[in-house]
């Protein structure tokens, strides 16, 4: 079955120190997007990716890296500039850019 | 579009009884609209989604939703709600002209009492 697989599904993090967290897709579409959700919020775009190749900043980048270098993968980084990286992580995909938004099944990020 | 409000941040509610979450958004020009659920500790899943045409939306689940454009509400209603209902139900917003993405509402948990 064609999906969005994200993993892990739990991740912790030790301070100064950068993990990646990762999402596949095999619906051969062409925009990705990375979301973070806090308890009671919306959900917020990190960055987001037209096409292989590119990607774009959105509303909060800062402390956050992304690679585009294959269609199906949009692998996220979180830096040790990000100080307050808790929260659960949302990857999507769409066919193309603004269509339909497809999303993973999350990772949830925590601080030990 | 400049914000999405959903305006209950929990709505509790019997079993087998009708359900309406509201969402309301402000923009100034034409608009996409889309509802999602998020069952616990999952992603987010399509319900419904509003691109043009009859205001009357009907999605998965049962679920549907009614645009009102003098209103710039997108309000999604359940005629009766089961125990398997339970989640938290997201409204977002595009703006057909703009480059940017969806605009998200808080959320709205969804709690059916038996």
């Known amino acids: ?112 | 579009a400049q914000s999405v409000t959903q305006l209950d941040s929990q709505v509790p509610v019997f079993e087998e009884a009708p359900v309406e979450l509201r969402c309301n958004y402000s923009s100034s020009v034409s608009v996409y609209l889309f509802w999602y659920v998020q069952y616990p500790n999952q992603g987010l899943q399509l319900l419904l989604k509003y691109l043009s045409g009859s205001t009357l939306v009907k999605g998965i689940n049962g679920f549907e939703a009614e645009f009102n454009k003098s209103q710039t509400s997108f309000h999604l209603r359940k005629p009766s709600v089961h125990i398997s209902d339970t989640a938290e139900y997201f409204c977002a917003v595009s703006e057909r002209n703009s480059n940017y993405q969806l605009i998200w509402g808080a959320g709205t948990k969804l709690i059916i009492k038996p």
């Open chain 1, 1 to 112: 079955d064609g999906g969005i697989t994200q993993s892990p599904k739990y991740l912790f993090r030790k301070e100064g120190q950068n993990v990646t967290l990762s999402c596949e897709q095999n619906l051969n579409h062409d925009a990705m997007y990375w979301y973070r959700q806090d308890p009671g919020q919306g959900l917020r775009l990190i960055y987001y990716s037209q096409i292989v190749n590119d990607f774009q900043k959105g509303d909060i980048a800062e402390g956050y890296s992304v690679s585009r270098e294959k269609k199906e993968s949009f692998p996220l980084t979180v830096t040790s500039a990000q100080k307050n990286p808790t929260a659960f992580y949302l990857c999507a995909s769409s066919i193309e850019f603004r269509g339909t938004q497809h999303f993973g099944d999350g990772t949830r990020l925590s601080i030990l």
